[in-house]
């Protein structure tokens, strides 16, 4: 059965840290995982990563995808208190979307 | 707004109640979806419209029943639902193809069963 495993599934840490989020996955016909933060309700796209060792950037927020080892880290680098949210990783298979339980990170002052 | 919009934000209800959830995309996407969202749980897959037909149906009980008049609109109609159905409900679309970028979602219907 296809399964996308986030890791952990729930960090605290303090501004300014830099946190790492762990995606492993096995799916079908694998094309591409998906990054989404979602803070109170909808979940907002990150990033898409299709390519192994391809780092996908954008500002604090980084992410790459190794598909010989099936996994996928998000960093995000010099955390900020708007940081805090849930971080979801999904994976299509031929019919939908796989979905992660999530990361709950918090970030405190 | 991301594009995708639901309403309402918040839902109390009965269980003997029949009430609906609307979404509406101006997207221009081709796809759209119903998920539910429990607490400790993935996303799950209820429903899935493409190209305004039903393609996919994931076990979900018939007291939920969706409704996709156009690409821009889906309905997620309930009635005589159980407290177990208190969740977040979220819409979201895409674009259909050989390609597929990332979902855009609705900012969810908070849903309480009493």
């Known amino acids: 059965e296809d399964k996308v495993v986030q890791s952990p599934l729930s960090l605290v840490v303090h501004e300014g840290d830099t946190v790492t989020l762990n995606c492993s996955y096995e799916?079908?016909?694998?094309?591409?995982l998906l990054w989404y933060k979602q803070e109170k309700k909808a979940p907002t796209f990150l990033f898409m990563l299709?390519?192994s060792g391809i780092e996908k950037k954008s500002g604090r927020l980084s992410s790459i995808l190794d598909k010989k080892e099936l996994f996928s880290i998000l960093n995000i680098t010099a955390t900020q208190t708007g940081d805090s949210a849930v971080y979801l990783c999904a994976a299509p298979n031929n019919r939908k979307l796989i979905w992660g339980l999530g990361t709950s990170l918090a970030v405190n002052p | 707004e991301t594009g995708v919009t639901q309403t309402p934000r918040h839902l109390v209800m009965g269980m003997t109640n029949k009430k609906s959830l609307k979404c509406e995309q101006h997207l221009g996407h081709n796809a759209m979806y119903w998920y539910k969202q429990s607490a400790k749980k993935p996303l799950e897959l209820m429903f899935v419209y493409s190209l305004e037909e039903r393609v996919e149906n994931n076990s979900v009980p018939s007291r939920f029943s969706p409704e996709c008049p156009n690409s821009s609109h889906l309905f997620l109609h309930l009635h005589t639902l159980q407290p177990e159905d208190s969740a977040l409900y979220l819409c979201a679309s895409s674009q259909v193809g050989p390609d597929p970028l990332g979902y855009t979602f609705g900012s969810g219907t908070r849903l309480t069963v009493v």
């Open positions: 799916v079908t016909n694998f094309r591409s």
């Open positions: 299709t390519s």
